[in-house]
Structures are given as C-alpha cells and as structure tokens.
C-alpha cells in the first residue's frame, strides 16, 4: 500500500468510497452516522470533498493500483469543534472502500497523519467521529490510541472529539 497526495481527479474515487459506506452502514440499521442519502447527491459534501482535494489536505490509500481509502487532514477542526489553544493537525476525514475493509487501510491513514504532525512538528492531533450507535467507532479512535475529550451535540445526535499527543 502506498499513500499520495490527493487531487481533483481523485473526487469521483472519494465520493465512491462515502456513497459505499453510507449504504453499508444504512444496512446496518447505523443510518445515524451518515445519513442514508449517497454523499454524491448532496452538493455540499461534494464541495467538501472537492475543497479538501483542490486545498492540498487530501490523501489516498492506494492497494494494488486501485484508491483503497481516503484522509483529510488539516490545520483546523470542522466548525463544531473549539480550535485547540496550540497549534494541531486535525483529521477531518477517514473513510475506507468497502472492498478493502479488514485490511488497516485506517490504520495506516491514521498513522501518515501521525508522520505528517511530526514532520510539521505539531504535537497535537485531533479528530472527531459519531458517538452514537453502539459506540463501535468511538472504540475503534481509542483502540488507534486517540484519547476521548469532548463530546459536541450536532444537529440532534453527538460527535465525540479525541486527542493524540504525537
């Protein structure tokens, strides 16, 4: 597996890999997380996407030729969450095709996120993730070693915001 710089062209990619898992967790009655709506019907997480890509803050996975999974990382949090009092790199999005589920493509976005706070010599990364459901997702942050701080009340459910001294 490799990770490269993300651009335009790899949108289409992107918004595959969010449409697959949104249908993958509507399957699984977790509709809550992500809606059960494909993210490429919805202009503004299209522009989201396409923001991160043309901005710089866009990473691909790629296994075998092909985009295995996708991180956005910036400088600051999404507007739901307090900016940190020093300065951070935040992760404001992880999503993994399908396909390749099982295989720590995750994993290993979350730690080139890790590598890229170190070369920028930030010691704090950040991310948040729904804390609903049967709070699997807020377990998986913890067992990648992100530490809970702050849970934020958004638009009838809560996301729960972790920390990573790096």
């Known amino acids: 597996m490799r990770i490269r ?4 062209g790899d949108v289409p990619a992107v918004m ?16 809550d997380q992500w809606g059960s709506v494909p993210w490429s019907e919805i202009p503004e997480r299209v522009r989201m996407i396409r923001e991160r890509a043309d901005g710089g803050r866009l990473w691909i996975a790629e296994a075998g030729g092909a985009s295995a ?6 400088g600051e949090p999404l507007p739901y969450v307090a900016p940190a009092p020093e300065p951070e790199l935040y992760i404001d999005l992880l999503v993994t095709d399908r396909r390749f589920a ?9 730690g080139f996120a890790r590598e890229r706070a170190r070369e920028r010599g930030v010691a704090l990364l ?13 377990e998986y942050y913890r067992s990648r070693g992100f530490t809970p701080t702050e849970r934020v009340p958004v638009r009838g459910t809560a996301v729960q915001v972790f920390e990573d001294r790096v």
Do not use: E
């Open 5 to 8: 710089k993300g651009g335009a």
């Open 16 to 31: 595959a890999m969010l449409d697959g898992a949104v249908r993958w967790l509507a399957a699984r009655g977790r509709s």
């Open 69 to 74: 999974g996708a991180l956005g990382l910036g």
């Open 102 to 110: 099982g295989q720590d493509i995750g994993g290993r976005l979350l």
């Open 126 to 138: 950040r991310v948040d993730c729904w804390a609903g459901g049967d709070g699997a997702l807020v």
